[in-house]
C-alpha cells in the first residue's frame, strides 16, 4: 500500500486499515453518463432501456449483418434463410448447443407453415431467445434478515470484478442500503487503491490490509465491523484466478468457508463476474466456480464493448443441462461500461429486444453479398 494511500487510512487495529471519508478526501460528484447526441433510442422514454439497447449495438451489428436481410423482411423463410440465422447465432457466441435449440423451434414452426414472412419470424425467434433467458432474470435482493448481508465477488484475472463492487455499490447506496468494502483482493497493492477509490467517491468505507495478507481474514474484518456498526452489506472483492490453478481455487473455498464461521448462512451471494469479450470461454469459468465455491449468481461486465452477447444464451443451454436439479443461475446485472451508472439489472425481455434491434432503431442494414430471397 502506497503512503500516500496508507496516510488517508486510520488504524484500527494491527495491521488493518479502514478507510473512511475524512475532510479532505470527502467525495467528489460521480462522472455521470453524458448524452450521446443523436444516439438510436436517445428520444424513446423506456429509462433505462435506451442505454442497454445503444450499449448492445456491436452484438446487434453483427447478428444483422451475418443474417444480412433476413431480420429485415422481404425474405423467403426457407433452408437457405435459416442457415443463415444459426451462422448469426454462432457468430455472435451463442454457442452450438443454445443455436441447435433455437434452430430446431423455428424449423417446426416452418414445417408447420407457422411462419410465413420475416415478421413471423423475427417474432418467432424472440419468444424462443426470451424463453431461453428468462430463468436467469431475477433481481438482485438484499435479505434485511441478514445483517450484514455478504456478497462475495469471485472471477479470473481483469473480468471487472472490482469495477463491478464499484457500481454496485453507488445503486446499494442510492437504494437506501449502507455498505462496507472489503478489499480481499490482496495480491497486488493496486487492487486495494483502486477499492479505496471506489469506496472514496461513493462514500462508502473499505477495510483492507497490507498486501499479501490473509484474504479471509480481510474479510472477516469487514464483516466484524460491518455487525459492530449495523450495516446492512458487506461487498468482498477477491484477487482474480484462472480456473483452472487449482491451489487458487482452493484458498478461494477457504475464504467461503472462514466467512461461514463468522455467519453460517454466509457469504449469502456468491457471484461470478464474467467479461463477454471472452465469450465461450466463459462456460468453463462458470463450472469451475460454481465446483470450487458454488455460485449463486452472475454478473456478465464488458457486453458493451463485445459482439459476443450471444454468451447468456451459451451459459443458458449449459445451466440447463449441468445445473439441471439446481436450476439456472440467475444473471444479477450486465455491465455495459466503465462508468459507475453502467451496471444494469439483467432483464431477458430488453436484452433480447437489444438484440434483435427492437425497442429502438432498426438494426443497421448492412447486408451480405448477394443475399438471397
Ligand atoms: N467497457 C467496459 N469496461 C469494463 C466493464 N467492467 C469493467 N470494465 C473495465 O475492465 C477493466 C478491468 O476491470 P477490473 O474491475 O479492474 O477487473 P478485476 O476483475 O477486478 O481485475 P483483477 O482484480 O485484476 O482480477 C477496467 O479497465 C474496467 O474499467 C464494462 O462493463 N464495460
Ligand atoms: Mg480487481
Known sequence: MTGAVRNRAAAAADGIYEFALNEESAPKPLPSAPPVAGAPGTHLSHGGRTGVWQRLHRTRDRLAEIAGNLLL????????????????????????????????????????????????????????????????????????????????????????KTTTIGKLAKQLRDEGHSVLLAAGDTFRAAAIEQLVEWGRRNEVAVIAQDRGADSASVIFDAMEAARARGIDVVLADTAGRLQAKINLMDELSKVKRVVGRFDSTAPHEVILVLDAGIGQNTLGQVARFDAAVGLTGLIVAKLDGSARAGILFAIAAQDASDRARKGALPVYFIGVGERVEDLRSFNAREFVDALLGEGGEQPSQKRRGGARG
Open 73 to 160: 423482411g422481404e425474405r423467403v423463410i426457407d433452408q437457405a434463410a435459416l442457415e443463415d440465422l444459426e451462422a448469426a447465432l454462432l457468430g455472435t457466441d451463442v454457442g452450438v448447443d443454445a443455436t441447435q435449440r433455437i434452430i430446431d423451434a423455428i424449423a417446426k414452426r416452418v414445417s408447420r407453415r407457422e411462419l410465413s414472412d420475416a415478421d413471423a419470424l423475427r417474432g418467432a425467434l424472440r419468444d424462443e431467445l426470451e424463453d431461453m433467458l428468462s430463468p436467469m432474470t431475477s433481481p438482485f435482493r438484499i435479505d434485511p434478515e441478514r445483517r450484514p448481508f455478504v456478497v462475495l465477488v469471485v472471477g479470473v484475472n481483469g473480468a471487472g
